[in-house]
C-alpha cells in the first residue's frame, strides 16, 4: 500500500515560488506514476502533472512555464516547484499514484492534500 503525504503549502504572495513535497512512507514502487492536481473551492480537480520512476515527466499546459515536477527516488519523494504563483493558483494541492500505463482516471492512491493561497 502505497501512502503519500503532501506538505509544503502556505500564504505566498502573487510573484513567490513555492515547493511542494509528496513523501511515500515504504518506498514509490517503479511502476508507479505519481502526479499532482490541485482542486479550487468549487471547481472540480485538475491534473498538473505526473514523473515515472525513471524522472520522465509531463506538465499540463495551463501550468507548463511555471510548474516543475520532479522525482528523488533514493528519497520516496516527488516535488512539484511552483514559480510566478497567481491568485487563481489557491487551491489544496494534491499528490496521488497509480500504475504506469493506467488512465489519468486510475489514481488510486492519494494523499491528504496540502493548502496554497495566494491573496489578490
Known amino acids: 500500500q502505497v501512502q503519500l503525504v503532501e506538505s509544503g503549502g502556505g500564504l505566498v504572495k502573487p510573484g513567490d515560488s513555492l515547493r511542494l513535497s509528496c513523501a511515500a512512507s515504504g518506498g514509490i514502487p517503479t511502476i508507479y506514476v505519481v502526479g499532482w492536481f490541485r482542486q479550487a473551492p468549487g471547481k472540480e480537480r485538475e491534473f498538473l502533472a505526473a514523473?515515472?520512476?525513471?524522472?520522465?515527466?509531463h506538465v499540463e499546459d495551463s501550468v507548463k512555464g511555471r510548474f516543475t515536477i520532479s522525482r528523488d527516488n533514493a528519497k520516496n519523494t516527488v516535488y512539484l516547484q511552483m514559480y510566478s504563483l497567481k491568485p487563481e493558483d489557491t487551491a489544496v494541492y494534491y499528490c496521488?499514484?497509480?500504475?504506469?500505463?493506467?488512465?489519468?482516471?486510475?489514481?488510486?492512491?492519494w494523499g491528504q492534500g496540502t493548502q496554497v493561497t495566494v491573496p489578490s
Open positions: 496521488a499514484a497509480k500504475l504506469r500505463g493506467a488512465g489519468r482516471d486510475e489514481y488510486h492512491h
Open positions: 514523473v515515472t520512476y525513471e524522472g520522465r515527466a
